[in-house]
């Protein structure tokens, strides 16, 4: 079972108390945008084999978004962090690197 520590209360939540919200970071696009980058907005997702960043809700504890980074193949989480960041947090990304080397995913290369 997917376990994840909430970084607003600190609980270790249970995928049962956690609601998944899809992929975290997107960059969004809105009225005056083109065609091609509100498409991407909607429908382009990575959906990676290996490490992914994610947003969860704690749904049933303190009720807030927050991101994670974790594998989807091996479950592994490498770590959870606010959700008012745009980018994941430094010491994350070496975290994953170190653990994955070769580490790619958009712009965090
Ligand atoms: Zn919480």
Excluded at 7 to 28: F, I
Excluded at 67 to 81: N, S, W
């Amino acid at each position: 079972m997917l376990t994840l520590q909430c970084p607003y209360c600190g609980v270790m939540a249970e995928e049962t108390e956690l609601s998944a919200g899809g992929e975290a970071h997107l960059k969004r696009f809105g009225p005056g945008s083109s065609d091609a980058d509100f498409e991407t907005y909607m429908f382009m997702r990575e959906n990676p084999k290996g490490v992914h960043f994610e947003r969860w809700r704690h749904a049933n504890g303190c009720g807030k978004w927050f991101h994670a980074a974790r594998c989807t193949v091996t479950l592994e989480v490498f770590g959870t962090y606010t959700a008012q960041t745009s980018v994941p947090p430094a010491e994350l990304l070496e975290t994953i690197r170190a653990a994955r080397p070769g580490f790619k995913w958009r712009e965090f290369e």
